[in-house]
């Protein structure tokens, strides 16, 4: 008994990067990637896993369900969050778990597009693009057909094309994030809307624990404006550090007790075309 449990342990062991990856891109959410993880573990535990012939495509199915269910109720639960919901960030330098094997569909602006499908096209788009399951296998998981399969992950390539402007490298985004950080520090009204495209747009999630825009705010000459009048209280005191949040450069702001607040933009030919404003202390947990 104990070898069979040895033996489950050894082989969830070896797929758990990869459950973890599928979990975190379908919820947005690492405590809720790491629940539905431990629920798959606890099922492993359970299963007549004697009968089970390919044990990785059995703990995908399992995860990927569950990640469907659990993104329908995460919904729900977004309806009473306070002001602009955004993904929570990972430290894809410290955490080889997330972005193992490929670095694909893990830019926080992703994931927040990802937020418009459907669970199963999402489900289906983050196996193909991330995992670069076959269709057949998708299918599988998710409970359709295989040629249905190809239209989810086709609608959700075609929604994310139309949704997003071609992105810089990244290089070039950290060299944009440097420049908005020092103008932004300065309150440089001129420098900060020469950085953002026309239309851009500045998300700041907070769910009411700390003060910050209620609402998305649009536009690069208001925009400059409202970020040029924070400045002094906002950057006081702080230590600023860049950090690797999903993959791009963030900036991280601390002070003695911790940090406050990680920031990150994303940015096209036409300038920096978001910025995203991490200020809920629930979700810095990994940036502490």
């Known amino acids: 008994m104990t070898q069979q449990l040895d033996e489950a342990e050894s082989v969830f062991a070896a797929a758990r990067p990869r459950l973890f990856g599928i979990a975190y891109r379908m919820t947005s959410s690492v405590a809720d990637a790491e ?16 009968a089970v012939l390919n044990p990785e495509a059995y703990l995908a199915t399992a995860i990927t369900r569950l990640a469907i269910n659990e993104s329908q109720t995460a919904r729900a639960r977004r309806e009473t969050y306070v002001g602009p919901w955004l993904p929570e960030p990972v430290d894809t330098s410290a955490d080889p778990q997330v972005g193992a094997e490929q670095g694909a569909v893990l830019e926080l602006a992703v ?4 937020e418009k499908l459907t669970p199963t096209e999402r489900a289906a788009y983050v196996l193909r693009e991330a995992f670069d399951y076959p269709y057949r296998e998708i299918a599988e998981i998710v409970q359709t057909s295989e040629v249905a399969t190809r239209q989810l992950v086709s609608r959700a390539r075609k929604h994310l094309a139309d949704e997003r402007r071609v992105p810089v490298e990244r290089a070039d985004q950290h060299k944009l994030l440097e420049a908005f950080v020092a103008a932004a520090q300065a309150g440089d009204l001129a420098a900060l809307e020469k950085l953002f495209a ?20 649009f536009g690069a000459a208001s925009l400059a404006k409202i970020i040029s009048g924070w400045a002094p209280s906002f950057w006081a005191g ?4 860049f950090v690797e949040a999903n993959g791009l450069t963030a900036v991280r702001l601390r002070k003695a ?16 075309d978001q910025v995203l404003w991490l200020v809920n202390p629930e979700k810095l947990a990994a940036f502490q």
């Open 198 to 217: 026309q239309d851009v747009v500045s998300y700041s999630d907070s769910n009411g624990a700390i003060r910050a825009a209620g609402r998305p705010l």
């Open 35 to 50: 629940d539905l993880v431990q629920e798959v573990w606890l099922r492993w535990q359970l299963a007549d896993r004697a």
């Open 257 to 272: 007790d911790g940090t406050y607040a990680v920031i990150t933009v994303t940015a096209s030919a036409e300038g920096i």
């Open 111 to 114: 994931l927040m597009l990802l």
């Open 238 to 241: 702080s230590e600023t550090s």
